[in-house]
């Protein structure tokens, strides 16, 4: 399992790991936690999901909300950024999308997720277009977080079928 693995290079490497959600609810954070040990790696977690949350608690400047939307590649880098700096990990990811069943439009569609890494060298952001039902693009969008971390952290090769990279 990608959460396994996860664990497994965190400890190797004694860094630790930090989440910012959205669109999956918790999801991630979930999944790292049902790892045995997980504690030793894992500090925290934040779940925005309304606006106000990503602002307050992960220092969201109101100005990328307001110009690029909360489902965007520069929301995705500050709540990393932020979870980052307020949970003081090594690594942060940060997710966030439309699930669906509603919510999408022609520019923002339903299954479009923004998944972002932060580490003290680098932020790495990925934009994805899923295309199942909410739990199904939660689970991918949970599944791409960990390999998108594991490839930042040279803990696998890059295991992305999909997915474009955001610069």
Known sequence: MLEERLGEVLTVR????????????GLLASRITDVPGSSAYFRGGVIAYQNDVKE???????????????????????????CK???????AVAITGIAGPGGGSAEKPIGLV???????????????????????????????????VLD???????????????R
């Open 14 to 25: 004694g860094m630790t790991l930090a989440v910012a959600e959205s669109c999956t609810g």
């Open 56 to 82: 307050r608690l992960l220092a969201v400047p109101s100005s990328i909300l307001n110009r690029y939307g909360a489902v965007s590649a520069e929301t995705a880098k500050a709540m990393a950024t932020g």
């Open 114 to 148: 923004y998944i972002a890494v932060a580490t003290a060298a680098a932020i790495h952001c990925r934009r994805f277009v899923w295309d199942g039902d909410r739990l199904a693009n939660k689970e991918r969008s949970a599944d791409a977080a960990f390999k998108l």
């Open 85 to 91: 700096d307020l949970l003081a990990s090594d690594i």
């Open 152 to 166: 930042r952290l040279g803990g696998t090769p890059s295991l992305f079928e999909r997915g474009e990279e955001i």
